[in-house]
């Protein structure tokens, strides 16, 4: 397994492969824990809880029992049970009852991460930063019944202002290729309707862009739901492109992008965790998601690095992909972030070193210009 680090979080360290819950509902209490200990004996050690559902609760806590300093816990506040079923609430009575129940039935008397529920528009934003949501986090992080807030949503331009007010440490967000180039929505339906996909699309939506650049930056760590779009991804027939990633493209993908530490796999037996993490030993051309994008007709992604690492080995050793986006992450800003620049420091060979020869440039799939990059690059961090 290999671990990237949650920076706003004292550094935790979380697996790249992560759980989401939903394969975990309806499960008895023993194949959730045959499950989990399959997940965590292949290094696994980072799971998200976005459901309020009592059974799932109880078997959870009755899986990590003994072993709870070996899992990162991501579970959601203002997501309640009322009446037999899951409610989404900015309730605070509710929230606030709906979180002691989260913490006795796990058994536990922290989470990692609290997770403010599926916030897709402003105005639910507004109302969880004015309407005492926001607050309730900070006092339970100050206690420390919660080590960093976060917030989950499918909305780039919401999700942008959210990390904007400083208060987010992690963030939940909606990725895959074909969402990437989707404009914000209130409506996350819109994410996955055919019509918006008819007449091809040009580039990654720029909204999104800036989004990921803007949480790599301020050490925003963002955990990935969606990432095989409900598992129309993998299907010719069901995805918008209308041709088939297979899960490790889909993987690659999400953890090539700014900001991303970890991708929340919804595994619904052993089996299917085993293939998940099996990603980190697959072949380069069964990762290779430029494969599928860069053969794309009507889906035109030319001209954009996609940090897909094509345009190695360079001549001199530059590491491309990484200059591409410590380039980018400072163009957004207008100014060089100390901590990019720190990043860009650290690598054994920088832009400067660039002798032109373009062999890069005839590895890329998407066209970029690449020597230009470099030479841009050596101007803007100097070396």
């Not at 949503?153 to 992690?170: F, Q, W, Y």
Request: proline share 3%; net charge negative; aromatic share 8%.
């Amino acid at each position: 397994m290999r671990y990237r680090e949650l920076k706003r979080c004292n550094n935790q360290r979380v697996s790249e492969i992560a759980l989401g819950c939903e394969g975990f509902m309806n499960k008895s209490a023993q194949e959730f824990k045959a499950m989990l200990d399959e997940a965590m004996e292949l290094g696994v050690n980072f799971m998200d809880m976005y459901t309020p559902n009592p059974q799932f609760r109880d078997n959870m806590g009755a899986a990590i029992r003994g072993r709870r300093d070996k899992i990162v816990l991501q579970g959601h506040i203002c997501a309640v049970w009322e009446n037999g079923q899951y409610l989404r609430t900015r309730d605070l009575e509710k929230t606030k009852a709906g979180f002691e129940d989260q913490l006795c039935r796990l058994g536990t008397d922290y989470l990692d991460i609290g997770m403010i529920h599926y916030v897709d528009s402003e105005s639910d934003l507004k109302e969880a930063l004015n309407g005492g949501v926001i607050a309730y986090c900070k006092e339970l992080k100050a206690a420390g019944k919660i080590r960093a807030i976060g917030l989950s949503s499918h909305n780039p331009l919401v999700a942008r202002k959210a990390v904007e007010t400083g208060d987010i440490d992690v963030l939940m967000f909606s990725v895959n290729a074909a969402y990437d180039m989707q404009p914000a929505s209130e409506d996350c339906n819109d994410l996955w309707e055919p019509e918006n996909y008819k007449n091809g699309l040009i580039g990654m939506n720029s909204d999104r862009k800036a989004l990921y650049e803007l949480c790599e930056r301020e050490g925003v760590a963002i955990d990935v739901m969606k990432a095989f779009g409900g598992g129309d991804m993998l299907s010719a027939e069901l995805s918008p492109f209308g041709v088939a990633f297979n899960e490790y493209q889909c993987i690659e993908y999400c953890l090539t992008r700014p900001g991303v530490v970890s991708v929340m796999a919804g595994c619904h037996s052993v089996d299917e965790i085993k293939k998940a993490v099996s990603y980190l030993e697959a072949p380069r051309e069964e990762r290779d998601y430029s494969l599928v994008l860069s053969r794309m007709e009507k889906f035109k992604f030319q001209g954009n690095c996609m940090y897909c690492g094509h345009c190695a080995p360079c001549s001199v050793g530059i590491s491309v992909a990484d200059v591409n986006k410590y380039l980018n992450l400072s163009l957004a800003q207008g100014e060089v972030p100390e901590t990019v620049a720190d990043h860009y420091k650290l690598l054994e060979h920088h832009a400067s070193e660039c002798i032109s020869c373009k062999s890069c440039e005839r590895n890329c799939p998407f066209g970029v210009e690449v020597v230009q990059k470099m030479k841009k690059a050596a101007e803007v961090f100097g070396y």
